[in-house]
């Protein structure tokens, strides 16, 4: 079976603290996809990063960057020197590679608070 | 910019009503996706097309339908809307093929009494 947990319901920081997400996914597979969704308030998912399951490589994106490590079956997100903007829920996802029509496995998310 | 328009952010309807929920998407892309959002649940898939008059049913099809005749439009039906399908809705499409992101509506909230 596939699963995502974010055991972090809620967090909050105050602005310009450093926080990260964690994210622990199962799968059986060993080739598989894993993306961060942001929501903001307005509600629209935005699609924030891909990573493949070849490819441990951690990387960064201005004040974005995300750890992934295959023996911890951990896709961690962490946003340096938070802002007000990236108040927003955060979800952490899998997919398979065995299909085209490979279904997208959603954690339950966590909700950010940057307070000013 | 891809686009995903949903056609109501808020609706109300009665229980035992039949409702229509609608997603257009300007980007031709093959899939697309329904979803709905619960506090704690995170998104759960209703339904998927992977193209024009496919379907394939997602982890909690019971109680809704789809119908997809167009390309860029999906539509989410509640035959007889109950009130614990109050929730939610995100429509998503996304290009056909492995590991690609999806693209999402802003979501329709709605509430059934």
């Not at chain 1, 995300?66 to 896709?75: I, P």
């Not at chain 2, 704690?40 to 909690?60: A, N, P, T």
């Not at chain 2, 789809?66 to 509640?78: A, M, Q, T, W, Y």
Request: with cysteine; hydrophobic share 30%; charged share 25%.
């Amino acid at each position: 079976a596939q699963k995502v947990t974010q055991a972090q319901t809620e967090i909050s920081v105050v602005e310009k603290e450093d926080v990260t997400l964690d994210c622990v996914y199962e799968t059986r597979d060993t080739t598989y996809y894993l993306f961060w969704y942001k929501q903001p308030p307005s509600g629209e998912l935005v699609f924030l990063i891909r990573r493949n399951s070849f490819d441990e490589q951690n990387e960064i994106s201005g004040r974005y960057s995300w750890n992934f490590q295959k023996s911890t079956s951990s896709f961690n997100f962490t946003i340096t020197a938070s802002q007000v903007v990236d108040s927003a829920v955060y979800f952490c996802a899998l997919s398979n590679m065995k299909t085209s029509y490979d279904k997208v496995i959603f954690g339950p998310g966590t909700s950010l608070s940057v307070i000013p | 910019d891809v686009k995903v328009t949903q056609s109501s952010r808020y609706l109300v309807k009665r229980t035992g009503e039949k409702v229509f929920l609608e997603c257009v998407q300007d980007m031709d892309h093959e899939n697309m996706f329904w979803y709905r959002q619960d506090p704690g649940l995170g998104l759960r898939l209703i339904y998927f097309s992977y193209d024009v008059k496919m379907k394939e049913k997602g982890d909690i099809p019971e109680g809704y339908s789809v119908s997809r005749e167009k390309k860029e439009r999906f539509s989410l039906i509640l035959e007889s809307a109950s009130t614990n399908q109050t929730s939610m809705y995100l429509c998503a499409s996304r290009v056909a093929g492995l590991g690609y992101e999806q693209y999402f509506g802003p979501g329709t909230r709605l509430t059934v009494t």
